[in-house]
Every structure is written in structure tokens, then in C-alpha cells.
């Protein structure tokens, strides 16, 4: 049974820092490709990050140069560093493997003074 399971969210201030993290169990995780989505209130869920197993990574244009993922194949982990974050980027961050298409039940990251 493949279980994604998020912590580390939390209120931040705008500019503030945070760190995501997705333990994962259940799946082959070294040969996984590994993302961070989100949703924010009334939007739909969008990709925020992806990385594959030879640490290729991907990121949405709205965050680069500030989110980083990353993973740890002994740990079967996988986290998302996150600085200046917005307002506009309250949501709930979701953990997904892909192989089977799996999610997480969320994290919720409120980003307001």
C-alpha cells in the first residue's frame, strides 16, 4: 500500500521560509519520479516541482530561483524548500509519486502577516 505522507507546513510571514517534507512508503522510491503540487482556494491543483530518479529536477516558472526539491533514496524521502514565499502561494502542498500515481493527503501553508 503506498502511503505519501506531507509535514512541515504552517503559517509563515510573506518572505518568509519553509521547509516541506514527504516520507514515502509502499513504492519503489530510487527509481520514482517525485513532485510537489499545490492547491490553493478555488484553484485548480498545479505542479510545483518534480524530481526524477537520477535528480533531474523541474520547476514551475512561478518558483524558480526560490523553491528547491529535493530527495534522499536511503530515507525515501523527498522535501521542498521554499523562500520568499507570497501571499498568492497559500495552498495546500500535495506529495506525488508516479509510479502508480500516488498522493498525499496535504499540507496546508498559509502565507500571510
Known amino acids: 500500500q503506498v502511503q505519501l505522507v506531507e509535514s512541515g507546513g504552517g503559517l509563515v510571514q510573506p518572505g518568509g521560509s519553509l521547509r516541506l517534507s514527504c516520507a514515502a512508503s509502499?513504492?519503489?522510491?530510487?527509481?520514482?519520479?517525485m513532485g510537489w503540487y499545490r492547491q490553493a482556494p478555488g484553484k485548480e491543483r498545479e505542479l510545483v516541482a518534480t524530481?526524477?530518479?537520477?535528480?533531474?529536477?523541474k520547476y514551475a516558472d512561478s518558483v524558480k530561483g526560490r523553491f528547491t526539491i529535493s530527495r534522499d533514496n536511503a530515507k525515501n524521502m523527498v522535501w521542498l524548500q521554499m523562500n520568499n514565499l507570497k501571499p498568492e502561494e497559500t495552498a495546500i502542498y500535495y506529495c506525488?509519486?508516479?509510479?502508480?500515481?500516488?498522493w498525499g493527503q496535504g499540507t496546508q501553508v498559509p502565507v500571510s502577516s
Open positions: 506525488r509519486s508516479l509510479t502508480p500515481i500516488s
Open positions: 509502499g513504492i519503489i522510491f530510487s527509481i520514482n519520479t
Open positions: 524530481i526524477t530518479s537520477g535528480d533531474s529536477e
